[in-house]
Nanobody, 126 residues
Framework: QVQLVESGGGSVQAGGSLRLSCGSSQYGWNTQRVGWFRQVPGNEREGVAAILFGAGTTYYADSIKGRFTVSQDTGRNTVYLQMDSLKPEDTAMYYC???????????????????WGQGTQVTVSS
């Protein structure tokens, strides 16, 4: 069983920045895709960004493009989500997820991921 550990959430004012981390010491991530999702109570989980671990190919939702950056540290088996110019509508619980990149190109589809972190809350005040 793979365990993903997230950190870095918190509360900031609009325009501020946060960096989320997602790591695991239990698995080699080459050929894996790491996705970031967010969810507001009462809404469906939304794909925010993803990265093909190793290759470094990145994907972004239109709603955050230009403000968020996903990156990797292959030596630490860790993926980061740098969130800049945060807006109140970015407030949500953020999750990282791990799945095989061979399961299709739909990086934003939560069904393509097998393992999930516990979530970290991001709150942006106006």
């Amino acid at each position: 069983q793979v365990q993903l550990v997230e950190s870095g959430g918190g509360s900031v004012q609009a325009g501020g920045s946060l960096r989320l981390s997602c790591g695991s010491s239990q698995y080699g991530w080459n050929t894996q895709r790491v996705g970031w999702f967010r969810q507001v109570p009462g809404n469906e989980r939304e794909g925010v960004a993803a990265i093909l671990f190793g290759a470094g190919t990145t994907y972004y939702a239109d709603s955050i493009k230009g403000r968020f950056t996903v990156s990797q540290d292959t030596g630490r088996n860790t993926v980061y989500l740098q969130m800049d110019s945060l807006k109140p509508e970015d407030t949500a619980m953020y999750y990282c997820a791990l799945g095989s990149a061979r399961r299709g190109r739909e990086w934003y589809d939560e069904a393509k991921y097998d393992y999930w972190g516990q979530g970290t809350q991001v709150t942006v005040s106006s």
